[in-house]
């Protein structure tokens, strides 16, 4: 086929040199638009670099929350933690492992859905 590009389970980001930018470390949760994924490399600001979109992760949680295998988990990017509150935050894909309260990581199966 002429116009396939790639299988999709990563792509390429670019951290824009915007005001409040940050740097980001590898294994940290982005937000870029409707897409979430997970850094795979340290990406300063003006670099770029590869994001995960598919796999099970061990990410940063909302450490008072109690996850059950299967619950949604969603990404608050204002505080850069994966938690169980929809609310305004982004879907990102489901507990794979059930996690206590307290505790400060979690297993999630992202989604690779685009999270609108």
């Given at each position: 086929?002429?116009?396939?590009?790639?299988?999709?389970?990563?792509?390429s980001?670019?951290?824009?040199?915007?005001?409040?930018?940050?740097?980001?470390?590898?294994?940290?949760?982005?937000?870029?638009?409707?897409?979430?994924?997970?850094?795979?490399?340290?990406?300063?600001?003006?670099?770029?670099g590869?994001?995960?979109?598919?796999?099970?992760?061990?990410?940063?949680?909302?450490?008072?929350?109690?996850?059950?295998?299967?619950?949604?988990?969603?990404?608050?990017?204002?505080?850069?933690l994966a938690?169980?509150?929809a609310a305004s935050?982004?879907l990102?894909?489901v507990?794979?492992e059930?996690?206590?309260?307290?505790s400060?990581?979690?297993?999630?199966?992202?989604?690779?859905?685009?999270?609108l």
């Amino acid at each position: 086929m002429k116009n396939y590009i790639q299988p999709g389970n990563s792509i390429s980001w670019t951290n824009e040199d915007v005001t409040g930018a940050a740097d980001v470390a590898s294994g940290d949760g982005v937000v870029a638009g409707s897409i979430f994924g997970v850094a795979k490399v340290d990406i300063p600001v003006g670099e770029s670099g590869e994001l995960d979109l598919v796999g099970v992760f061990s990410l940063a949680k909302v450490s008072a929350q109690a996850w059950t295998y299967g619950q949604r988990i969603y990404f608050d990017a204002s505080t850069g933690l994966a938690t169980t509150t929809a609310a305004s935050n982004k879907l990102i894909g489901v507990a794979v492992e059930a996690a206590a309260n307290p505790s400060g990581t979690g297993k999630v199966r992202l989604s690779a859905a685009f999270t609108l």
